[in-house]
């Protein structure tokens, strides 16, 4: 077939490797408009952008899919379909009805789990134990639109969203080239999703990301993993904001206080509304990430101090 992709982030770079080596034709990628990064702030390409520069693939950047320069265009390449990985930006029924088998999105949950930004994060936080991927076909509701195939991952004790992600991506890519090759050969079935069962997973805010000492140690370790690397957790020790790594809830530790620090020789133990959790890396302000017992070392963490 003739295909538009559409993404964005490094995340759907390996669904763009699949569909290059899958035999279908590639006419054109549609990725969010070159932003501002770094210390200098000078404009950056998306990962897909990039991708597409590197293979001499045609890059449109609308900063909204609905203006009329990108509807002509689209309406000149003429693809039969569109697959989207996270491109991240609302789609109009005018641009969904121009390939005529659609948008054709991959999502990172077991829809109708998670609907939303960031499927994978919430599912971490929530404790999930098995989630997936879903291609379904692209419409006005959020990610409402009936499924062509899913499949599955178990959530692994000590995952990071990072981790999960990484994984789908790839497995996702095959599931995504295997719908396209079934409308491609006209044996393609979309299911309308089920009424119940529909959870929401908008995106985790810098806030959402902060630690609460006063939450159980699973809940801790749940929020650490969920929010790494992005928007990347973090509490605060003497009014500045630290950056955690994970950490590892503790069986049968010491009783502390939530927050609460305690430095031993071989780990630095945070205090819960249950057992204690042990630090992994940490990184203070303006500092390079480094071992729980180096920063505490460094910091000189008294007996008693407490992370906010």
Request: hydrophobic share 45%.
């Amino acid at each position: 077939m003739r295909l538009v992709f559409a993404g964005t982030p490094a995340v759907a770079v390996p669904a763009l490797d699949a569909i290059a080596a899958s035999g279908h034709e590639l006419l054109a990628v549609v990725t969010r408009p070159d932003a501002p990064a770094g210390r200098g702030r000078g404009l950056v390409r998306s990962p897909v952008g990039a991708w597409a520069d590197a293979h001499g693939v045609e890059v449109l950047t609308p900063a909204r899919p609905r203006e009329p320069e990108f509807l002509d265009r689209l309406r000149e390449l003429a693809p039969d379909c569109v697959p989207v990985v996270a491109y991240g930006a609302l789609v109009p029924p005018v641009a969904l009805e121009i390939p005529r088998h659609g948008w054709i999105n991959l999502h990172f949950s077991l829809l109708p789990a998670w609907r939303g930004a960031a499927p994978v994060q919430h599912a971490v936080l929530h404790g999930d134990e098995l989630t997936g991927a879903s291609v379904f076909e692209l419409e006005e509701g959020l990610d409402t639109g009936p499924v062509y195939g899913t499949v599955t991952d178990e959530i692994r004790p000590t995952d990071t969203s990072g981790d999960l992600l990484e994984r789908l991506a790839h497995s996702g890519a095959g599931l995504l080239v295997a719908v396209l090759d079934a409308i491609d050969a006209g044996t393609a079935r979309a299911q309308s999703q089920p009424a119940d069962g529909v959870s929401l997973a908008p995106k985790l805010t810098v806030e959402d990301a902060r630690v609460r000492w006063t939450d159980p140690a699973f809940a801790v370790d749940r929020r650490i993993r969920a929010c790494t690397p992005a928007p990347g957790p973090w509490t605060t020790f003497r009014d500045d904001r630290v950056k955690l790594g994970p950490v590892s809830p503790v069986a049968d530790g010491p009783e502390l206080k939530p927050g609460e620090l305690l430095v031993q020789k071989s780990a630095v133990l945070v205090g819960t509304a249950t057992g204690p959790v042990r630090l992994g890396e940490v990184r203070a302000a303006g500092k390079k990430a480094m071992s729980a017992g180096d920063w505490a070392r460094g910091a000189r963490v008294a007996a008693g101090e407490v992370f906010a």
